[in-house]
């Protein structure tokens, strides 16, 4: 279970700072996973075996290992991208005023936890909802979980989650709903339990 000495409690804009630089590592966090996903299916090791085998075709054995390792660099490349460009945006949108962005209207919410490290602090963990409105009922969306490589697998998401969750009953939001990615195992496996 979580350490008793973190506490979850709303976001306040002194928390800016700490917010975005945990959320940027949080997002940066998933490109190595996501390079390995894409490099372990089939298609991907098909295509790094051809390039392989072209080029010891075109003639030498550093060409098996230069065509691949370009393939391999480039894809690299795109995972890199990918999460990079979404954190720019997010630090340009919604990241740029979080007060504005998830505390302006009484749907949504946006909640940090803080614990005491090393004597002081921190910000080491977050979650948002967002209220929506669609064909008659009323959903929170879950947003922005994220929390520090240090203090996973202590249960903090599990808290983050049923803040929101109780949030959602209390507003009397009909469901809870989130997206998240296969590459982040634990998450789907947090989610799952939690009856998602």
Known sequence: T???HVVIRKYRPSDKEAACGLFSTGILGHIYP?????MTSPLYIIITMALSAAGFLLGSVLGALVLPGIWVGLIYYC???LFSSFVRGQLQSDMQDISRSYLSRPDDCFWVA???VGGTSQIVGMVAVVGKHSAGKRQGELFRMIISPLFRRMGLGA???QTVIDFCKDSGFSEVELETST???AAVALYMKLGF
Do not use: D, N, V, W
Not at 34 to 38: Q, V
């Open 114 to 116: 803080e614990a005491e």
């Open 159 to 161: 808290r983050l989650t």
């Open 34 to 38: 996501c390079f390995c996903h894409t």
């Open 2 to 4: 979580a350490p008793a």
């Open 79 to 81: 995972c890199h991208e």
């Open 183 to 185: 590459t982040q195992a």
